[in-house]
């Protein structure tokens, strides 16, 4: 069992920042893909970021490229969304998540198994 907790949610206006942090209950070390999900009110989840914990390949979806930033830090607890240039299309709920890597597929075309409760993004005109 592995248990995501995010943070760093909130409301900015069009233009601004935000980093969103993931703490996870173990090492994500070899053979582990991280994602971040979000879904905005009456629209399907959607898969924003993807990184794979070994070597730190990144998949964007292309609404996001150039402004959110997806990381973990040295000790692979720590997954992070760095997002610039927000804007109203970014507000929704952000949603942690990770699957055990299968090593025929990129991190971009796992079903993600472990979620975190999701923190609120609301961008503001």
């Known amino acids: 069992q592995v248990l995501l907790v995010e943070s760093g949610g909130g409301s900015v206006q069009a233009g601004g920042s935000l980093r969103l942090s993931c703490a996870a209950s173990r090492l994500f070390q070899d053979r582990y893909c991280m994602a971040w999900f979000r879904q905005a009110p009456g629209k399907e989840r959607e898969k924003v970021a993807t990184?794979?914990?070994?070597?730190?390949?990144?998949f964007y979806i292309d609404s996001v490229k150039a402004r959110f930033t997806i990381s973990q830090d040295n000790t692979k607890k720590w997954l992070y969304l760095q997002m610039n240039n927000l804007n109203v299309e970014d507000t929704a709920m952000y949603y942690c998540?990770?699957?055990?890597?299968?090593?025929?597929?990129?991190?971009?075309?796992?079903?993600?198994?472990?979620w975190g409760q999701g923190t609120q993004v609301t961008v503001s005109s």
């Open positions: 990184i794979n914990a070994d070597d730190g390949s990144a």
């Open positions: 998540a990770s699957v055990r890597r299968d090593l025929r597929y990129p991190c971009s075309r796992h079903d993600y198994t472990y």
